[in-house]
């Protein structure tokens, strides 16, 4: 399912991204204000973001794109959404108080809820050496949408010369997933031990999903719903690495985020996973920040961009960080 645009409700005028200012990227600093002589870390420059795409099209597709759409609609339907909601998902009809929405029916609206505003969150973004065909990668993504956490991914494509390498060099195995949480020191392999561990660790304990924890059928379900786009997300092509990671909004049931992902993949392209599956509590903090909900969504704070839209995402990246041979 695609996910739904969302405007300012209750009465309100609607909130559009074309006031959302489309200048340069602007540094904004306070060197008069000296720093404090109790702080001696540098206080970051405020980034305001230009949008350098196309504004964010409810339910559409872009010309040419779909049977790219169709072929990655497959894994979501092989895996009957796993990664699309969040723990302890609840939907159902509210006062309408203008907030995120599904939509809106008789005054009221029609709201999504769970659990894991609830749960423990760590301090540090989990840290995730993965690629987009792995079957056993995208088991634990799935987790990881489904408890609403953020993950710092570095993308190990085949032949990958960056994060590849890297992740051999601190694990001591060329195995993927590779999960880091620095927050507790745990460096772990195993997709089924990573599972376990993220829902004991940031689920309260709560029992693993049954979509995740049928052992080989889980697998063999991921790995047929990979099947049709064998060759897109797997192996490396030449890139310019960002001096900062990109800042990129999703989740794992949805195939425009899956089209998206697999460039940023294949141009191994570290990014900060915002995972937004339904009933997210963080969908309202997109919408607060860009006046709309949708996804995929990135930010570039390298060229002090943002851009929805999976087709103009794509272009970006290739025109941004692919290198031709």
């Not at 799935?142 to 601190?170: F, H, M, N, Q, S």
Request: with cysteine.
């Amino acid at each position: 399912m695609r996910t739904i645009t969302h405007r300012a409700f209750a009465g309100t005028s609607s909130c559009h991204l074309n006031v959302v200012c489309r200048r340069k990227c602007i540094l904004r600093a306070s060197p008069e204000a000296p720093m404090s002589s109790e702080s001696k870390s540098e206080v970051p420059a405020k980034i305001e973001l230009r949008n350098a795409g196309p504004d964010p099209k409810r339910f559409a597709v872009a010309d040419g794109q779909v049977m790219e759409v169709a072929t990655a609609s497959l894994p979501a339907l092989l895996r009957l959404g796993s990664g699309g909601l969040s723990l302890g998902y609840r939907v159902g009809l509210e006062a309408d108080d203008g907030k995120y929405a599904i939509t809106r029916v008789g005054g009221r609206k029609v709201a999504e809820t769970s659990q894991v505003e609830g749960l423990k969150r760590p301090a540090k973004p989990l840290e995730l050496y993965e690629f987009e065909g792995c079957p056993f990668c995208k088991k634990v993504r799935e987790a990881i949408c489904t408890l609403d956490l953020d993950v710092v991914v570095y993308p190990c494509p085949k032949d990958g010369v960056t994060w590849r390498p890297k992740a051999i060099a601190l694990g001591g195995k060329k195995q993927f997933p590779f999960l880091v949480d620095p927050n507790t020191d745990k460096k772990m392999y195993e997709s089924d031990e990573i599972i376990a561990y993220l829902f004991q660790e940031y689920g309260n304990g709560a029992e693993v999903p049954l979509a995740l924890r049928l052992g080989a059928l889980t697998t063999i379900s991921c790995a047929l719903g990979a099947a049709p786009r064998a060759g897109r997300g797997n192996y490396y092509r030449k890139s310019r690495q960002p001096a900062q990671p990109l800042v990129f909004w999703g989740y794992e049931m949805s195939p425009f985020v899956k089209l998206a992902r697999e460039v940023l993949c294949e141009l191994e392209l570290p990014y900060l996973y915002r995972t937004v599956a339904r009933g997210s509590p963080k969908r309202q903090e997109l919408l607060d920040k860009r006046g709309v909900f949708q996804v995929p969504y990135l930010e570039d704070p390298n060229e002090g961009v943002y851009l929805f839209e999976s087709s103009a995402i794509v272009k970006y990246l290739n025109d941004t960080y692919g290198v031709k041979a």
